[in-house]
C-alpha cells in the first residue's frame, strides 16, 4: 500500500480544521439570530431550529467560507512554521488557535471596514456573539494543531510539506472564489407609451429629492447637504443656511416637503441625518424659505435614541389630509431588532403635529410603553412614500437580499421586520424562518431578488393616460423605473414593466410635477434632474 505524502496529510488536516471552523461559525450564526427573534417573544420550534441551522450550513456556510479561509490559511501556516521552526514544535496547542482568532478578528473589522453595510455578519453585532464566532476560528486552530502534533517525527519533510500546502491551499481559496456577477441585459418589450426625456438639470451630487415650488422652479437636495434652487434653462443656486448634516454612506440631506400653504408661509421641512458616526438621528427641521435662503431653521424632531452608524434613515416625508406629517424611518441596519420595540422610534413610521409634536388621535398616544409618535413599526427601512387621493398611505421598503416589499399602512400595525421577511441577510443566512407571522402584516407586494426601491410617486397627471394610479418606483439595483398597477381597492399589486433603463442610471427620486410630466432624479456623483414627457410619434 502506498504511503501518503506529507503534502497530502498537511492538506487534508488544514481542510479537516476549515471545515471544523466552518460548520461551527454557521451555526453560531444561525443561533445568534435565531436568539434575537426568541428575545422578541417569537416561538420558533425545535423542527424550524433545525431546518433553519440545515439551510445556512447551504445557504450562509458557502461565503462564510471565502471569509474565513485564507485569513485562516495563512494565520495557521504562520503558526506551523513558528512553532517547529522558531519553538523546536512547541507552543503549537497556542499558536494555532491564537492566530486563527486574531486572523478572524481582522477579517471580520476589514470587511465591516469596506462592506456597504455597518455589519456583515449579523451574530457579530453583540459582543457575546462576536466572542462565539472568535471562538469557533479557536476551535479550528486548536483542531489543526492537535492533528498536526501527530505527525512530529516528520520535521524536516513537514515543515516544506506545511508551506507547500499552505500556499497551494491559499491558491485554491482564490481560484474558487465565486466569479463576479455581470449585470445581464434584460430583453423588454417596447413600452405601450411614447415618451422623450429631457434634462432639466445636471452636476447635482447624489441627489434625493424633489419638490416643486409655485411659478416653476424646483427644489432638490444633495446627500452631502446642499438643498439647490433650479430654474429650467439656468444655473442651479444653493440654498444658504441649510441645516447641518451627518453625511456618510447612506446618511445625509434627505426629503424637502413644502407646506401646504407654502405660498402663504414660505415654509418648508427637511429631514437628514444628524450627529456623527458613533451618535446619530434622523432629525426634520423646519424653515422659511426667503428669497434663496432658509430662515428660522428650526429642529422639530428627532428619533430617539441615537444609534451607531451610517444607514437605514429612511427620511421620505408627505402629508395626510388632516395636515399632519408623514416621517418615515429606518432601523439602523445593526438594530433590526429594535423595529419591535415601540419605546424607541427606530423601524417606525411617525406621525407628526406640523410643529413636531404628536397627535392626540396617534396609535400608541396614552401607551405607557410606547412613543407617542409612531404611526407603524416593524419596517426596515422606508425609503418610498405616498399618500393617494384618498389618503390611504402607500410605502415601500428595502428588504436585505431580497424581501422589498410595498405596503398599505393601518396605524397602530406591525410590518413584521425581522420576525418575517422574504428576504436574506447579505451573507446568505436566514434573518427568519418567518415569511409571515401572526400579528404582522404581509406586504401587498414583494420583490425577491431585490431591486433596492427608492423614490415613489402614484401618478396622476394627464400626459400619460396609461399609467393613471399606477405607481411608479425608482429602482437603484435595476437603475430602471418600474410600473407597479394596483386594484381599487388596494389588495392586490402587480409589477408589469421597467421603464426608463435607457438611461442605465440609478433612480433615487420619482416624482409627479404640476404639468403632468414625470421627473428623475438619477443617484451619482454627477446626478442629473430629467423629465419625461410625451413622444413625438
Known sequence: ??????????????????????????????????????????????????????????????????????????????ALLISRLALAGRYRLLLCPLLAIIALFLTFHLVDHFAPMPTLVAATRTSLG???????????????????????????????????????????????????????????????????????????????????????????????????????????????????????????????????????????????????????????????????ALQNVEEIFRVAPAKRGAAHFGGRLAWLPDDTLILTLGDGFDYREQAQNTDNHIGAIVRLNPNGSAPRDNPFVGDDTARPEIYSFGHRNVQGLVVDGEGRVIIHEHGPRGGDEINIIEPGANYGWPIATHGLDYTGARVTPFTEYPGTMPPLLDWTPSIAPSGMTRYDGELF????????????????????????????????????????????????????????????????????????G
Open 130 to 292: 462576536f466572542v462565539a464566532m472568535l471562538a469557533s476560528a479557536g476551535a479550528a486552530g486548536l483542531t489543526l494543531a492537535l492533528l498536526r502534533g501527530r505527525g512530529r517525527h516528520h520535521a524536516h519533510r513537514g515543515a516544506s510539506a506545511t508551506t507547500a500546502a499552505v500556499a497551494l491551499m491559499a491558491v485554491g481559496m482564490a481560484s474558487t472564489a465565486p466569479p463576479q456577477a455581470h449585470a445581464q441585459d434584460q430583453v423588454e418589450e417596447p413600452a405601450s407609451v411614447d415618451y422623450r426625456l429631457e434634462i432639466v438639470a445636471e452636476g447635482l451630487e447624489h441627489p434625493w429629492s424633489l419638490a416643486f415650488l409655485p411659478g416653476g422652479d424646483m427644489l432638490v437636495t444633495e446627500r452631502p447637504g446642499r438643498l439647490r434652487r433650479i430654474t429650467p434653462g439656468e444655473e442651479s443656486v444653493a440654498i444658504d443656511n441649510a441645516p447641518a448634516v451627518f453625511a456618510s454612506k447612506q446618511s445625509g440631506l434627505f426629503d424637502v416637503l413644502l407646506s401646504n400653504d407654502f405660498a402663504k408661509n414660505e415654509t418648508l421641512y427637511l429631514s437628514y441625518a444628524c450627529g456623527d458616526l458613533t451618535a446619530n438621528h434622523t432629525c426634520l427641521a423646519r424653515a422659511r424659505l426667503v428669497d434663496n
Open 1 to 78: 500500500m502506498q504511503k501518503r505524502s506529507p503534502g497530502f496529510t498537511v492538506s487534508l488536516h488544514v481542510a479537516i480544521a476549515l471545515l471544523v471552523g466552518i460548520v461551527l461559525g454557521s451555526i453560531i450564526q444561525t443561533q445568534a439570530n435565531l436568539a434575537a427573534l426568541s428575545t422578541m417573544g417569537v416561538e420558533v420550534s425545535a423542527f424550524r431550529r433545525v431546518m433553519t441551522t440545515l439551510w445556512d450550513l447551504v445557504t450562509f456556510s458557502p461565503i462564510y467560507a471565502l471569509l474565513f479561509s485564507i485569513g485562516f490559511i495563512v494565520s495557521q501556516g504562520a
Open 465 to 536: 393616460p396609461e399609467w393613471q394610479g399606477d405607481l411608479l418606483i425608482g429602482s437603484l439595483v435595476d437603475r430602471e423605473v418600474r410600473r407597479v398597477t394596483l386594484n381599487d381597492d388596494l389588495t392586490q399589486a402587480e409589477d408589469v414593466e421597467g421603464l426608463f433603463g435607457e438611461l442605465e442610471e440609478r433612480i433615487r427620486d420619482v416624482r409627479t410635477g404640476p404639468d403632468g410630466a414625470l421627473y428623475l432624479l438619477t443617484d451619482s456623483p454627477e446626478g442629473r434632474l430629467i423629465r419625461v414627457v410625451r413622444g413625438n
